[in-house]
Nanobody, 127 residues
C-alpha cells in the first residue's frame, strides 16, 4: 500500500517560486507513474505534471516552462514540483498521486487513472 504525504505549500506573490515535496512510504516510485494534480475552489481537479518510471516528465500546457517535476534519484521515495513564475491562477490545493505503471503514465493525466493520493497542500498566489 502506497502512502503519500505532500509538503511545501504556502503563499507566494505572483512571479515567485515554491517547491512542493511528496514523500512516499510503502513503495518507491520505480514502478509507478507519479503525478501532481491541483484543484481550485469550484473547479475540477486537473493534472499538472506527471513523470514515468524512466524519469520522463510531461506537463499541462498551462504550466509548461514554469513548473518542473522530478524524483529524488537515489531511493526514488520523494517527488518534487518546482514552481516558478507563479501566477494567481496557480492557486489551489495540490495533490500528489500515483498509479502502478511500468511502461508509462496513463494518457491524459486524468484523476480516475490514479489509485493513490495524498491529502494535499495548499498553494496561494497573490498579485
Amino acid at each position: 500500500q502506497v502512502q503519500l504525504v505532500e509538503s511545501g505549500g504556502g503563499s507566494a506573490l505572483a512571479g515567485g517560486s515554491l517547491k512542493l515535496s511528496c514523500a512516499a512510504s510503502g513503495s518507491s516510485f520505480n514502478t509507478y507513474c507519479m503525478a501532481w494534480f491541483r484543484q481550485a475552489p469550484g473547479k475540477e481537479r486537473e493534472g499538472v505534471a506527471d513523470i514515468n518510471t524512466y524519469g520522463a516528465p510531461s506537463y499541462a500546457d498551462s504550466v509548461k516552462g514554469r513548473f518542473t517535476i522530478s524524483k529524488e534519484n537515489a531511493a526514488e521515495t520523494t517527488l518534487y514540483l518546482q514552481m516558478n513564475s507563479l501566477k494567481p491562477e496557480d492557486t489551489g490545493m495540490y495533490y500528489c498521486a500515483a498509479t502502478y505503471a511500468i511502461y508509462g503514465c496513463p494518457t491524459g493525466r486524468r484523476p480516475d487513472n490514479f489509485d493513490y493520493w495524498g491529502r494535499g497542500t495548499q498553494v496561494t498566489v497573490s498579485s
